[in-house]
């Protein structure tokens, strides 16, 4: 089965609204991080959180490792917050650093 | 400004032909990474490197090669390409020690016709 599952798959918000996007893994982590992709474009790291709770202006990001979870929450959203959130797992044993993505949320807002 | 860079930006192959996509980083980091990102399947590890002649096989390597010669370059390479190799590759390199520090190239797009 597939190790990360992102929900939900698409969200769409009012201008100003505020959004959560959950991560949920089948497996034990090393790390887990939260990249923002715009249509068409690269991926920019947003968070680097393997547990705990970090903050980055209008972001939050929470990972609970006993319940499996990591979470991504974007408060007052605006239009340039739209775009694809990705969230991707680091498993241990692998000193290769190598990441297992989910799916992705795609974010749409609405003016 | 450390970055990596992937070139071709765009490519139009024949089925059954070579091709060779590339990536330069001046991130000084030991190891890379190719992804390959579809609709449904979100980014998948093809081929990975932990330094200058090493290259291993990631989740999808069939059909792929790579070849890392030397710590700022990493190559996939599609010897006999196909239509399912369609899509859209990303290159990354990434700290042994930080798994934070991790940067992803600007993606080529690939169309296999």
């Known amino acids: 089965g597939q190790q990360v599952q992102q929900s939900p798959a698409s969200l769409v918000l009012q201008e100003g609204e505020n959004a959560e996007l959950q991560c949920n893994f089948s497996t034990s982590l090393n790390s887990m991080q939260w990249f923002y992709q715009r249509p068409g474009g690269s991926l920019v790291s947003l968070f680097y959180n393997p547990s705990g709770t970090k903050h980055s202006g209008r972001l939050t990001s929470t990972t609970v490792i006993k319940e499996r979870r990591s979470s991504l929450h974007i408060s007052s959203s605006q239009t340039t917050d739209s775009g694809t959130y990705l969230c991707a797992l680091g498993l241990p044993g692998t000193g290769s650093n190598r990441l297992t993505f989910g799916k992705g949320t795609k974010f749409s807002l609405i003016p | 400004e450390a970055a990596v860079t992937q070139s071709p930006r765009n490519k139009v192959a024949v089925t059954g032909g070579k091709v060779t996509l590339s990536c330069n980083q001046t991130?000084?980091?030991?190891?890379m990474y190719w992804y390959r990102q579809d609709t449904g399947h979100g980014l998948r590890l093809i081929h990975y490197?932990?330094?200058?002649?090493?290259?291993e096989k990631g989740d999808i390597p069939d059909g792929y090669k790579a070849s890392r010669p030397s710590q700022e370059n990493f190559s996939l390479i599609l010897e006999l390409a196909t239509p399912s190799q369609t899509s859209v590759y990303f290159c990354?390199?990434?700290?042994?020690?930080?798994?934070?520090?991790?940067?992803f190239g600007s993606g080529t797009r690939l169309l296999v016709i």
């Open positions: 490197s932990y330094g200058a002649g090493s290259t």
């Open positions: 991130n000084n980091h030991n190891n």
């Open positions: 990354a390199s990434g700290d042994r020690a930080a798994n934070s520090d991790y940067t």
